[in-house]
């Protein structure tokens, strides 16, 4: 009696007790013979079993696993570990009415009439045993005979994809893919019922937990629950028993649907889940049951499942019984599972199941367990791309090029789309679940925010929304490769069986499919690539209608496909996609530097506009071109913005806001909210980013925006209505600056309270609509008509012409306002009295000249002249005159030391004369220094020439004459010889010294060479006369090298008698402090 059920075995039709007749265990599954009812020889063996009547054959019993027992008293046939009850799919009662052996709800007839029962032949009886890979034909065998399971595996890891909850190995779940099981945790394991960590309270042991609402606080993840539940783990035991728990189905956990109705007033728990179905599809639900682990031997076991609609109306209501068998050899609960499957067709949007257990009579908490819960569609699973592969075997579901397990989000190593790593008994990889096998993954699946279709990236051809297909900025530029058409097994086009990798072009946050702004520039892609967003996607893949150009999946790039010879071509402004650069959306924008350059917007009527960049290295300025006006936007009201460095604008008659990078590439970011249409052409941006502008009307209204959130921030109303062409914002007061362009009068802008002032007088020159200011403060403007760039005077409106240039129309210009405004100036000036030596008492004359050598003008040069040391203010006085178009700030004649602060046009000039009257006290040198000094804004290529310094030495020399004879008593006859000497006392030099000596008539002289010498200069002689006349030259003061000369010549006495002879200095440059000679 193998099953111990007081019936022998010979007696019993199911001597092993799992409810498969001994008559079908004994025999192949192919080879099954049903018993014919005849016995003919009346042996007691059916005929069906022997190969003649009486030769008494009988069957061979099988013995599948060649060990221990045949089959038929084998209660795991293939030794596979699982019972022959629970793999052959057959429910028990546990009664045996007509006490045969087999159970009741196995056998069809009362007593041994049929020894087959429900099954008979295993392959089409009545209960037709589960071959789950369908192999019994084909060499294989039904469950309970087959060790080997050979069921589909699509991603070969070895779990068997009815038992894979990822198929494909991409790290999502197959549910998610449109597959597999619709419920969440249908096995139970996405918890451990063992951790105190996720259930931390005293009721969690190493055999499980209580679960519930009235004991605690814990709950079932993904299912809902009215009270109190178990969950049991796989050889678990607890502290209330000294046996362990039964096997699960599947994993390695399973619950009992009831806990214990103690805690809920008697009231059974129920436990459901509601899931979205399509209405008048067809699904199956299935799961594995069986008795719980409080059920003792004989009890009843209850369960009910239930299917509803939302509407409550019941599509399913099954009760199901049996009978428990309790304890076995130190095992409760479900020793047997039993399989349980029916179908329905969904009549509501929203279906729940739910599950009730009921306990037997005299018990609160034994109920029913349940295990691998599963509800499908039936038919196809989801193929979202339509390439023929599921989305569940799919590596690509979306067809874009870039594998799920990419776009999905989950962020973990891959080969070919297939996450690398080990994977459990569920078939997930582990890196994407907290704990292995628990059917749960760790991640959030990625649906950008930036788009608003919900629909997941790895199913969205557009997974950030701005209309610029993943396939396209998944691949670079000019290295797009289109689909090809065909896929492989995998779902993968045969030309991107590497899968793309995103780009990611600004090397920051997200690749370019999910980023918005690719190059990082400050404007959306969407903007950049030139597409404007229908808002709708009709056939729902992602991708809006705008650059969609079939229904479904079929292409995947789109109308735009190759970014540069596409249907639509992306906008590449600076045309460098194929050099090195790249399309608008992906080249970032160039900002400018915020540096001395100024720039000029110019266009016409209806004509796109393009920008200049004022070259002021010459006179007259040229102009270049910052790339072209391709881009086809006319625009006006232009300021550059010092926070990004862009200069920005306003289309023409609209409200857009237009954004100029530093290539020329022109991009219209699109409305300004709060600005209503009018014409702008004024416009200027201050050092905080705040744009202003000014309708192109007599009107009192600025306009303040931030151009970041392309939103007007103030509206401010001014105090006098005012046309300006253009304006210009001062960062030294905070005033904006423009031109009224009727009577050219210079007016202030306070933009904090909206005052507006007047600034001198009418002026003739007033077409400016192009207006600069420095960082320094000085105000410059170009002059629509005339052509010329001036520079205003901020605190009477004069205006003065610093460079020649172009006329100009409908234009404005930009400048960064933190930045200096220079232009070079070739500023000299020159010193001259004419001589270089003073005389006390006297006085000297200067005349200064400041000259303007270009190549610019200037405005607010200094030019300064301190009185010389030891000469009083009052001794000092000068006056100035001014070139045509150059202007001083001396009139009339003034006294003391030059401070002038003068204007010069290129050549303009300033003279200064200036009478210096000298004390007789003064001494030492006369020394003189002037210096011209260019304003902040204006460079001077040659500094060398800015100062001159003239210098006058001390006039006065006290020179002395001394003579000597060398024989003053000569006789008639004699030679004698005169020396005269010349010394400079100083305290000056001497020059032009001229000696004369009359040589009287009593000596003979003869002017040779033998008869004089000198020491310098030159002599000469007239015998007429006899005048001896010595230019000696120059002297310099006491001290010196060369202050004093001497001459020596020789005379004859002709006569004797007393003779005088008398030299004197008969000239010199100096006036002689002694001027007695």
Not at 667 to 682: D, E, F, H, K, W
Not at 941 to 965: H, M, Q
């Amino acid at each position: 009696d193998t099953d111990n059920d007081g019936i022998p075995n010979h007696l019993d039709l199911d001597s092993d007790g799992d409810g498969i007749p001994d008559n079908v265990e004994a025999q192949t599954t192919l080879g099954y013979t049903a018993p014919s009812g005849i016995d003919s020889d009346g042996n007691g063996l059916d005929d069906s079993y022997e190969l003649s009547p009486g030769s008494a054959e009988g069957l061979t019993p099988v013995n599948t696993d060649g060990t221990d027992n045949p089959d038929y008293l084998d209660l795991d046939s293939d030794n596979d570990g699982s019972s022959d009850t629970t793999e052959s799919g057959v429910t028990l009662s546990y009664l045996d009415s007509d006490n045969d052996g087999l159970d009741d709800l196995l056998d069809t007839t009362t007593g041994y009439s049929d020894p087959g029962g429900m099954v008979d032949d295993p392959l089409s009886g009545s209960v037709v045993l589960t071959d789950s890979d369908k192999d019994a034909s084909s060499g294989g065998d039904v469950d309970y005979r087959d060790a080997t399971d050979n069921r589909p595996d699509n991603d070969g890891d070895g779990i068997p994809d009815e038992d894979d909850v990822d198929d494909d190995n991409d790290g999502i779940l197959d549910t998610d893919e449109g597959c597999g099981n619709l419920l969440i945790n249908g096995s139970f394991d996405s918890q451990d019922f063992s951790s105190t960590t996720e259930f931390p309270g005293p009721n969690t042991e190493s055999g499980g937990t209580f679960i519930g609402q009235t004991i605690n606080n814990y709950s079932l993840y993904g299912w809902n629950q009215t009270h109190n539940l178990d969950g049991w783990v796989t050889s678990g035991s607890f502290s209330w028993t000294p046996n362990d728990f039964a096997a699960s189905y599947d994993g390695d956990q399973y619950i009992d649907v009831l806990g214990n109705n103690t805690h809920s007033g008697g009231v059974n728990n129920t436990i459901w889940q509601t899931i979205s179905t399509e209405v008048g599809e067809s699904y199956t639900l299935s799961f594995y049951w069986g008795e719980d682990v409080g059920h003792s031997s004989g009890s009843v076991v209850t369960l009910n499942a239930k299917v509803t609609d939302s509407d409550s109306n019941n599509l399913v209501n099954q009760t199901l019984t049996t009978f428990a068998q309790g304890p076995i050899n130190g095992i409760i609960g479900p020793k047997n599972w039993f399989y349980y499957q029916v179908s329905f067709v969904a009549t509501t949007a929203t279906t729940t199941i739910s599950f009730e257990a009921t306990p037997p009579s005299g018990s609160t908490s034994a109920g029913a367990a349940l295990d691998n819960v599963r509800l499908v569609k039936d038919g196809s699973c989801q193929d979202t791309d339509g390439d023929g592969v599921i989305d569940a075997f799919d590596l690509d579901s979306d067809n874009d090029g870039i594998f799920d397990a990419v776009e999905v989000g989950h962020n973990q190593p891959h080969t070919n789309g297939q996450v690398n790593g080990s994977v459990g008994a569920d078939g997930l990889p582990d890196v994407v679940q907290d704990h292995p096998d628990n059917e749960r993954i760790n991640y959030t699946i990625a649906e950008s925010t930036d788009d608003t279709d919900t629909i997941p990236n790895f199913l969205d051809l557009d997974s950030d929304g701005d209309g610029i297909p993943d396939n396209v900025e998944a691949q670079t530029t000019t290295g797009y490769t289109a689909a090809s058409g065909t896929v492989d097994v995998n779902g993968v086009y045969t030309n991107y069986t590497n899968g793309l990798t995103p780009v990611n072009t600004d090397g920051t946050d997200s690749p370019d499919y999910l980023d918005l702004d690719s190059d990082n520039d400050g404007v959306n892609d969407t903007v950049e690539a030139g597409i404007t967003l229908t808002g709708n996607d009709s056939d729902n893949d992602g991708l809006d209608n705008a650059t969609d150009a079939t229904t479904g999946y079929s292409d995947v790039g789109g109308t735009i496909d190759n970014p540069l010879t596409g249907a639509v071509i992306l906008p590449d402004g600076d045309s460098d996609a194929s050099t090195g650069g790249d399309v608008d959306f992906r080249d970032l924008a160039n900002p400018f530097p915020c540096d001395n350059s100024i720039y000029l917007s110019q266009g016409d009527v209806s004509t796109p506009t393009t920008l200049y960049d004022y070259v002021s290295s010459t006179n007259p300025f040229t102009v270049n071109a910052i790339g072209t006006n391709s881009h086809g936007i006319e625009y006006n009201a232009i300021g550059f913005n010092p926070i990004d460095g862009f200069i920005y604008g306003i289309q023409g008659d609209s409200t857009n806001l237009v954004r100029v990078d530093s290539d020329g590439t022109t991009v219209n970011l699109g409305s300004i909210a709060g600005l209503p249409v009018s014409n702008y052409v004024t416009g200027e941006i201050d050092d905080n980013g705040n744009y202003y502008i000014l309708p192109f009307v007599y009107g009192n209204t600025l306009y303040q925006i931030d151009v970041v959130s392309q939103t007007v921030t103030n509206t401010i109303t001014l105090s006098a209505s005012v046309r300006l062409s253009d304006i210009a914002y001062n960062i030294t007061n905070g005033l904006l600056y423009g031109v009224d362009t009727s009577n050219g009068v210079l007016y202030s802008i306070n933009v904090t309270t909206g005052e507006v002032l007047a600034i001198g007088g009418a002026n003739p020159i007033k077409a400016f609509g192009a207006l600069f200011t420095s960082s320094t403060g000085e105000l410059y403007g170009g002059e629509n008509y005339l052509g010329g760039f001036y520079q205003f005077n901020i605190t009477n409106g004069s205006r003065t012409l610093i460079s020649a240039g172009q006329v100009s129309n409908r234009n404005d210009g930009a400048h960064c306002v933190t930045a200096p405004i220079t232009f070079d100036a070739d500023l000299e000036i020159t010193k001259t009295d004419g001589v270089s030596q003073y005389v006390p008492g006297t006085t000297t004359t200067y005349t200064i000249e400041v000259t303007n050598n270009g190549p610019f003008g200037v405005l607010g040069a200094m030019v300064s002249d301190a009185v010389p040391i030891g000469i009083p203010e009052a001794n000092v006085s000068y006056t100035a005159v001014a070139s045509s178009g150059s202007t001083t700030t001396i009139s009339g004649t003034q006294t003391g030391a030059i401070n002038d602060v003068v204007d010069l046009p290129v050549n303009g000039t300033i003279t200064y004369t200036v009478d210096v009257s000298i004390p007789l006290t003064f001494t030492g040198d006369l020394v003189n220094t002037a210096t011209v000094t260019n304003p902040a804004n204006s460079n001077d290529p040659d500094p060398s020439n800015n100062t001159v310094t003239d210098t006058n030495i001390n006039g006065e020399a006290d020179l002395e004459l001394s003579k000597t004879v060398d024989n003053s008593n000569p006789d008639q006859g004699d030679v004698i010889t005169f020396t005269i000497t010349v010394t400079n006392n100083g305290p000056g030099t001497a020059n032009n010294i001229e000696v004369l000596d009359i040589i009287p008539t009593d000596f003979s002289y003869n002017h040779i060479a033998s008869n004089y010498t000198v020491s310098q200069g030159t002599v000469t002689y007239d015998s007429a006369t006899g005048r001896l006349e010595w230019a000696l030259g120059t002297l310099t003061t006491s001290g010196g090298s060369n202050n004093s000369a001497t001459l020596e010549y020789s005379v004859t006495v002709d006569v004797c008698g007393e003779f005088i002879n008398q030299a004197e200095i008969i000239n010199s440059s100096q006036a002689d402090l002694d001027s007695t000679p």
